[in-house]
């Protein structure tokens, strides 16, 4: 069995379980409650689907690339939201971005359960001497995720 089914297995449960719960809020509650970090259900979805993407490609390149891998940190310095204010997942058509969070996490899972055992020891270097092993970065991404799942259920159930 593969070191990491688990957390794959459970990953594509809460996503199957939450594009119904996503599918199903009203406009006002995607758009205007906001959490401690000032993001709207919207933006926590779309960093979300960046949180997927950007760990995709860490996950790859720290397959093959150079070890330690110097590769950039989007979530640092501020530079997560500048990601969801670029891209305007504020403005996104809601249907399309639950889609794309649905996808790019199913295709996350199928990336972890593919990766090579050789390589879950490479190091991804998130700043200048600071990093973390493949192994550590597929551990942490199911806390991540239902770290923000919790955030949105905490909008969800907020009171107007």
């Given amino acids: ?83 969801i204010a670029i891209q305007n997942y504020q403005d996104e058509d809601w249907e399309l971005l639950v889609n794309l969070w649905k996808y790019s996490n199913l295709h996350i899972a199928h990336v972890f359960r593919n990766v090579n055992p050789e390589k879950l020891e490479n190091r991804w270097l998130h700043d200048d001497v600071n990093g973390v092993t493949l192994r550590e970065c597929i551990v942490d991404f199911l806390r991540h995720f239902k770290l923000h799942l919790s955030e949105i259920e905490e909008l969800m159930n907020k009171n107007p």
């Fill in 1 to 83: 069995m593969n070191e990491f089914e688990s957390i794959c297995t459970e990953l594509e449960k809460l996503v199957v379980e939450w594009e119904n719960i996503l599918n199903s809020l009203d406009n006002k509650i995607l758009s205007q409650r906001r959490n401690i970090q000032n993001r709207t259900i919207k933006q926590i979805v779309g960093h979300m689907v960046d949180s997927a993407t950007n760990n995709t490609h860490r996950a790859v390149h720290m397959q093959y690339g150079e070890n330690p891998l110097r590769f950039p940190n989007y979530a640092t310095h501020g530079n997560n939201d500048r990601w």
